[in-house]
């Protein structure tokens, strides 16, 4: 491990976390444009978790530690997943100790922690949004898995990096195991970060909302970081992706050093596309009802679960 | 010497067990003297398993006990050694509980509990160790009558003697099937050692209706779909420490016996023998976890829990079979590796799991989900320890629970090309199960914790709930200890578990690199795992957020009633029930349940909404089953006339029908 892997281990996570709000304003721009609204600054987010720390947290006198906690657990644990993706390199020298195994599991943990933090104070809305979100988590999580098992068959490993570095190195385009678990990979990405089709993230009504129905019961510090830890989540999401289907641009072992000044801007012009595909799906789509939720995640799993059987028919 | 040491602890454990007989009304000796010494000499089991693990050897023993020229065969062999570790292992923190738990005026008096509750444990303890089917099958038999008195100890209760007869009858048709299979092991040679067995040679169609004898015979005691309704009977209507001992050991012994006939007296597995554990426990995993997701009695939803993990060991189990079978013995020994590591793991979560609903329920008298709520605040303690057990049962790193379903995952990813085609497409479809059901068992886990230990008190007598002794602390501590300590050094277990692969599949787990904190089991595959520096980074990454808001800002808090969208008016009622939590699952797997609804009408004036969930199973299978069998008993019925002069008629006809043979012969 040399000392420029352990910059680029600190680097994607400092990036990721100092980038992640500008990624939902971008976002949150493009959809503006699209439906012909004048388009909010892309530094609002910044400004809005500004003012949200500086306020007074108050919280409800039956909240337990655990309440206090959640918000910094979630948040470190994006954090720590944003190590683990390679967004700009691939020799990170956490590779060995965490795997997609690991990440799918430390988004498990995330939230589970959020789940808890909604269920703690005991509110209508805090349960009902804890129900909804394991009801999307339960099928969401198997599917990003088997989803990254087609690509861990394909390079014959579950680290990330390692199967970046693979599919880096190979033909430019998809196998077929690996276009069936893309669009997998899209439902599951939407439902994951409370896009539209599954949650509207800009709405509070009662009967669909299912992230903003968690922390309601959040303010101030707590909430930015959950809001910030959100933000975070859908950027790690989106290097998944760029990970497992565009790992073109990314500091491969024997570029070295060099790359990292290819990767910056090529991650960054990789983001604002994504960001503007999503701002276009959100867009083109309506709002589900809650109770086709499953119906459209269980699409993504078996969708999912396709890609590797057709990846092991074919024996690719 | 270890196997004698072992014997002595046993023979301790009984005595220790008839001490209690001394005061029976005593809880100040059972619960302070008796039950502690018992999880002492639990720990010192396992510290003799472990040394015999460590050493990898092969002890025998024959004692004269027993029937004339019928000796007692004992052997200490690492497979024993595992899981006399765990039985040791998890019955110290459970003994401890224990100690604190049972009091007086609860169905059986504690001196006799205590003598029921240590030869459960020997005879747990027997089992393994046994090497001839007669002592194997006395004390499969102890153990299962000493845990049917301990599950009827509240016998007052009907539906707690209609669940232990339901327990009996499935542990006696289960026995029936193992006295079958061992007639078949014996192949001839009527020797009935487990030495003779293995010499044994059995022809294909003997040896697959020895291997389906011992699937069904292990897989009643186990648990394993369609044969696990007694589970979610006994569990609840046993007293805590005896759930946590059933499900955490009990359990165990049956896999025990799986493996011991499946991959040791059988010899080398016919590969798609394989297929019947895999696709019983795929199908295990799926049923448990949805029934746990329904429940609204935390312990049978902790008994459902129970059936979906020994789903995921059959289908380790199924995995190892079918690559043994195959030849491809590195991979087996990861598939039984994962297998192994997973009961380790269970013993010490759903023990902690269970002994934590034991506390809630002496503290609340409560079992009912719908009744609880908001305990975190009143039981500090069981509550952070069964967050452990919770985080760690729900699969998630760096805790226990997570390490086995990796290596499970592994086993299932890098299957490879097996040289059947369709079990290479069954493959991937059983890893999505298994992925699915962990992610279930997260939902599940989310309901059992926030609805106990989160949230407003459910009822107004929860504000006098207390937390439970200094004993039960310990135990508790002891187990939810186990959790982390397996979840953060899995190669220093992997390596000690080596010598029982080596024994039953023939080959160790690789360890692909250097580093002694990285898991890395495939070679030439870059796959690894390292759960410490995983927490550390975890732990870093957190404390450095915490860190960085407080040095940038203020860390300015007040408290203020609940917000709750400003509207007010919020009572406990408006949280979720267990039934509101578990509605998605019920609505999405509806043709998994039979469910009877009472649902208000629109002008009710004291709406009252019901629902109950049921198996289907008791209406396909075992409703026909009995009424087939009470007509069999009918029937004989009618030649039992209950006069003398019929009977002795029938003897006549007897003889003459025989002397007639033996003419004809």
Redesign the interface.
């Known amino acids: 491990m040399s000392a420029i892997d352990w910059i680029t281990q600190v680097l994607e ?1 400092v990036a990721a976390v100092a980038a992640a709000p500008a990624l939902l304003g971008w976002l949150n721009q493009c959809r503006a444009w699209l439906q012909n609204r004048r388009a909010p600054s892309l530094w609002l987010p910044y400004r809005n978790l500004h003012k949200l ?2 306020k ?7 909240a ?1 530690p ?1 309440f206090r906690i959640a918000p ?2 979630v ?3 994006m ?2 997943a944003a ?1 683990i993706i390679p967004s700009m390199g691939t020799q990170l020298p ?1 590779v ?4 997609a ?2 990440l799918v ?2 988004f ?2 995330a ?2 922690f959020m ?2 933090a909604a ?7 805090g ?2 949004g ?3 979100e ?2 999307v ?3 969401a ?2 599917a990003l ?2 989803v990254i ?1 087609v690509a ?2 394909i390079s ?4 990330l990096p ?1 199967i970046t570095e693979h599919l880096a190195s190979g033909r430019l385009g998809l196998s077929p195991g690996l276009a069936f678990s893309a669009v997998a990979f899209i439902l599951v990405l939407l439902a994951e970060n409370a896009r539209i089709p599954v949650d509207n993230p800009a709405t ?1 009504l009662e009967l669909t909302m299912i992230h903003e129905a968690m922390v ?2 959040y ?1 101030a ?1 707590h909430l930015a ?1 959950m809001e910030w830890a959100a933000q975070l989540k859908l950027f790690n999401y989106i290097c998944i992706g760029f990970a497992l289907f565009f790992p073109w641009g990314v500091a491969t072992a024997h570029i070295g050093p060099v790359g990292l000044v290819v990767a910056i801007p090529a991650l960054a012009i990789k983001l604002a596309v994504a960001g503007a595909g999503l701002a276009v799906i959100e867009t083109l789509s309506a709002k589900l009802r809650v ?1 086709r939720i ?1 119906e459209f995640l269980g699409t993504a ?1 078996l969708l ?2 396709l890609g ?2 057709v990846h ?2 074919l ?1 690719t | 010497m270890l196997l004698v040491g072992c014997v002595a602890l046993l023979l301790s454990w009984t005595a220790i067990g008839f001490a209690g007989l001394v005061r029976p009304r005593s809880v100040l000796l059972t619960g302070r003297v008796l039950f502690p010494l018992g999880a002492l000499l639990g720990l010192a089991l396992a510290a003799l398993a472990g040394a015999s693990l460590l050493g990898g050897g092969v002890e025998r023993l024959i004692l004269p006990i027993g029937l004339p020229n019928l000796p007692m065969h004992l052997r200490l062999d690492p497979l024993s050694s595992i899981f006399l570790l765990l039985l040791g292992a998890s019955s110290f923190g459970i003994s401890l509980f224990a100690g604190g738990y049972f009091r007086v005026g609860e169905g059986t008096a504690p001196g006799l509990l205590c003598l029921q509750y240590h030869l459960f444990l020997a005879s747990m303890g027997l089992v393994l160790i046994a090497n001839d089917a007669y002592s194997f099958l006395v004390a499969w038999e102890v153990m299962a009558l000493s845990s049917y008195f301990l599950v009827t100890t509240q016998h007052r209760i009907p539906e707690i003697r209609r669940a232990g007869l339901i327990y009996l009858v499935m542990a006696h048709v289960g026995a029936l099937c193992l006295l079958l299979c061992f007639g078949v092991l014996q192949g001839g040679s009527w020797l009935f050692t487990f030495h003779a067995m293995r010499a044994a040679h059995l022809s294909l169609g003997w040896a697959t209706a020895a291997f389906g004898l011992a699937l069904v015979g292990f897989g009643a005691k186990a648990g394993l779909v369609p044969l696990h309704i007694w589970l979610p009977e006994a569990h609840p209507a046993a007293p805590s420490p005896v759930s946590a001992l059933m499900s955490g050991v009990m359990l165990k012994t049956a896999v025990y016996g799986m493996l011991r006939v499946g991959l040791d007296l059988l010899g080398r597995p016919v590969w798609w023998w394989g297929l019947a554990p895999l696709v019983l426990g795929l199908f295990t995993i799926i049923y448990g976890v949805l029934f746990a997701a329904v429940q609204t009695d935390m312990k049978r939803l902790l008994a459902y829990s129970s059936v979906e993990n020994v789903g995921i060991v059959f289908t380790g189990i199924g995995l190892t079979i079918i690559f043994a079978g195959s030849g491809l013995k590195v991979l087996a020994a990861l598939a039984l590796l994962a297998t192994l590591y997973h009961c380790l793991n269970h013993a010490f979560m759903k023990s902690l799991l269970f002994l934590g609903t034991g506390a809630v329920l002496h503290a609340t008298k409560e079992r009912n989900l719908g009744r609880l ?2 305990l ?2 009143r039981m500090p303690w069981v509550a952070w320890l069964t ?1 452990i057990g919770v ?1 760690a049962i ?4 760096p805790l226990n629970g ?1 390490v086995s ?2 290596l499970m ?2 086993a299932f ?2 299957t490879g ?1 097996l040289p059947h085609a369709f079990v ?2 069954l ?3 059983g ?2 199960l298994v ?2 059901g ?3 068992a ?2 599940v ?3 059992f ?3 106990i230990f ?3 008190p459910r009822e107004a007598s929860l504000a006098h709930a207390h937390d439970c002794g200094w004993l039960e602390r310990i135990g508790l501590s002891w187990l939810a200890l186990g959790c982390v300590a397996l979840g953060l050094f899995p190669l220093q277990v992997i390596r000690a578990l080596g010598s029982v692969t080596h024994q039953l599949v023939g080959a160790v787990v690789p360890q692909a ?1 250097s ?1 002694w ?2 898991l ?1 089991p495939v070679p ?11 927490l550390m ?2 732990l870093a ?6 860190l960085a ?1 407080r040095l ?3 860390q ?10 400003g509207a007010g008016g ?1 009572t ?1 009622r ?3 029930t267990a039934e ?2 578990g ?2 699952i019920r ?2 797997f509806q043709p998994f349940f039979e469910i009877e609804r009472e649902l208000p009408e629109p002008a009710d004036l004291a709406p009252r909404y019901r629902i109950v969930v049921r198996e289907r199973i008791w209406r396909l299978l075992y409703a026909p089953l009995v009424g087939a069998v009470e007509g069999l008993a009918n029937a004989a019925a009618r030649i039992q006339r209950g006069r003398i002069s019929v009977y002795l008629l029938y003897s006549f006809v007897t003889l003459l029908v025989l002397l007639a043979v033996a003419l004809l012969r």
């Open positions: 996570v720390f500086r007074e947290a108050v919280i409800a006198e039956n337990s655990l910094y657990v948040f470190g644990t954090g720590l190590g956490l060995g100790s965490a795997d195994i690991a599991g430390l498990a943990a939230r589970m789940t808890l269920m703690d104070v005991g509110t209508a809305f349960t009902m804890a129900r909804r394991m009801m988590g339960f099928l999580e198997p898995l088997m098992f861990s068959q014959s490993s579950t680290a390692v509070h309601l019961e303010s510090r970081l109770m499953p799993f999912a679960v590797l059987l092991v028919l024996g | 709520g908001g975190i605040h967050l985080l729900a699969g998630l790193p997570f379903e990796w995952l592994q990813l890098f090309r290479n497409l493959i991937p479809m890893m999505a992925v699915l962990t992610a279930l997260g939902y886990m989310v309901k914790y926030g609805v989160l949230g407003q690199s580093a904190w990285l890395a030439g595959r870059s796959v690894s795992y390292g759960p410490l520096v995983f980074a975890t990454v957190v404390l450095m957020t915490v808001v940038a800002y203020h300015r808090v007040r408290r203020g009633p609940a917000w709750d969208c919020l406990a408006m949280q979720d509101g939590f509605q998605p609505n999405l």
